[in-house]
């Protein structure tokens, strides 16, 4: 919801949109420097309530980088890294057996120009909040879908890809799906909420191995009860709303949001003697 207080800019109004493939950013906007749209039914021409189809896209990009009360400082219910931008991929939202993402298609088209739009208009950390086929037992399989995010960031060593293990905890062991499966991705599993005790794995929460013996997911982060933004349908009205909601969806992002703050640290300097 790009009119969200998270999210919004008061002087550059809307972000730039663009199709599937184009790379275009809009370099001023403070928070998002791209909406891409990957279905057709939201892309030329997107309405109101074409920005976040399903409610979900909105709270998973503000617990990595929301950034609401005062801008650049950490406060309320902001993201992980609140001083970072956001490139946004929308695949649209329809039931289907593989990621709800309709823009990705079902069998879903090779991920390499998803990744290589996110790469060339500036994103080094991609968050993903959705399973491939997520309806197709057994869990824990290698897809093709594994095997193009792995081989794009072999060849592009400064990109992070980060992928939700998965909400089939109740299936057991070996529940996690891809592309959280790859070799090259970090896989996120869901603590539940710190104040209810024990910091422990989520009893939804995918967990490990993988069908071929790969210690999977790599980490966990609190993914219950996360305080999040939530869109109101309409991409002109603005609001500053807020809804809690757990799953490794919001997981996922907090992840993402902690390995912009770690590269923060590691391009200034700050590991080696605590200052820049």
Not at 59 to 70: E, K, Q, Y
Not at 217 to 234: F, H, I
Not at 262 to 275: A, N, P, S
Request: aromatic content about 6%; proline content about 7%; hydrophobic content about 35%.
């Amino acid at each position: 919801d790009p009119d969200h207080c998270f999210f919004a800019d008061d002087v550059s109004g809307l972000p730039v949109g663009t199709a599937d493939r184009p790379v275009e950013v809009d370099p001023d906007h403070r928070k998002i420097a791209a909406v891409n749209f990957w279905w057709d039914r939201d892309w030329p021409g997107p309405g109101p309530g074409n920005w976040d189809d399903n409610g979900h896209g909105s709270p998973v990009a503000g617990t990595g980088a929301g950034d609401g009360a005062r801008p650049g400082l950490h406060d309320g219910a902001d993201g992980m890294a609140p001083a970072a931008r956001l490139i946004i991929q929308d695949g649209g939202a329809a039931i289907d057996d593989c990621g709800d993402l309709p823009g990705l298609g079902c069998p879903m088209r090779p991920l390499d120009a998803m990744l290589e739009q996110a790469w060339r208009q500036g994103a080094r950390i991609h968050s993903n909040s959705w399973g491939d086929e997520e309806n197709f037992l057994p869990f824990g399989r290698y897809t093709e879908r594994t095997a193009d995010i792995d081989g794009f960031v072999w060849e592009h060593q400064g990109m992070v890809v980060v992928a939700a293990a998965g909400n089939s905890g109740g299936f057991g062991e070996d529940s996690v799906i891809s592309p959280s499966t790859g070799k090259n991705v970090l896989s996120v599993g869901a603590t539940v909420d710190a104040s209810s005790g024990q910091l422990c794995p989520a009893s939804y929460s995918s967990r490990g191995w993988t069908q071929d013996g790969r210690i999977k997911p790599d980490v966990l982060a609190p993914g219950s009860g996360v305080r999040s933004a939530l869109t109101d349908g309409d991409a002109t009205t603005g609001n500053c709303d807020e809804l809690v909601i757990s799953g490794t969806s919001m997981a996922a992002p907090a992840v993402a949001g902690l390995a912009a703050l770690v590269g923060q640290e590691f391009v200034g300097g700050r590991h080696l003697t605590g200052t820049a």
